[in-house]
């Protein structure tokens, strides 16, 4: 016996699909949409379906555009130092660090990290264009701002050693500890690049 509505179970096991959404968020999400007025959801709804008719990759850094964009205009404002790029995991990497307001550099978004485990290799990731972008626009730095994690630090390598003589000059983001954590509760890995990016007083 069914006990609720089934287009109210159906959103629930369509919401419960996203990443970070369990059974009881999912359902407090439905519930919500249930209740609240049907404009919301519709609106809701409008923006889900035109999604991906209304967005696209930039074919030079592959972060996201408008569709129809070739070019994002992180890349084309002549503001833009095309000389540094900041190489990034994913296209939501390029809103947080713009978020910062120092950086003002281009971006590279590779389309995820080296994850065997995944089935996610090298040629899966954007590594060649990054190559062609260095050669092309006569970069000087490349910033290596992959996440700390395994598949982070291993993509971060494989690039080193991809990159090899190129006159270009390789360098990662700071790591450390962030404000308001106790030593007693930070990872090992965060630990250990604490320690070897220690700065003098």
Known sequence: MQILPKALTDLVEELGKLPGVGPRTAERYAYYLLRAEPRIATKLAASVSSLHAGVDYCRKTFALVEKGQELSPLYTDPARNKKLIAVVEEPL?????????????????????????????????????????????????????????????????????????????????????????????????????????????
């Open 93 to 201: 990497d390029v809103v947080a660090l713009e978020r910062t307001g120092q950086f003002k550099g281009t971006y590279h978004v590779l389309g995820g990290a080296i994850s065997p485990i995944d089935g996610i290799g090298p040629e899966q990731l954007h590594i060649a264009e990054l190559l062609e972008r260095i050669d092309e626009d006569g970069v000087e730095e490349i910033i290596l701002a992959m996440n700390a994690s395994v598949e982070g630090e291993s993509t971060a390598l494989y690039l080193q050693r991809q990159i090899g003589d190129r006159d270009v000059r390789v360098t990662r983001l700071a790591r450390g500890l962030p404000v308001g954590v106790d030593l007693e509760y930070a990872d090992q890995i965060t630990l250990g690049h604490a320690l070897e990016g220690r700065q003098k007083l």
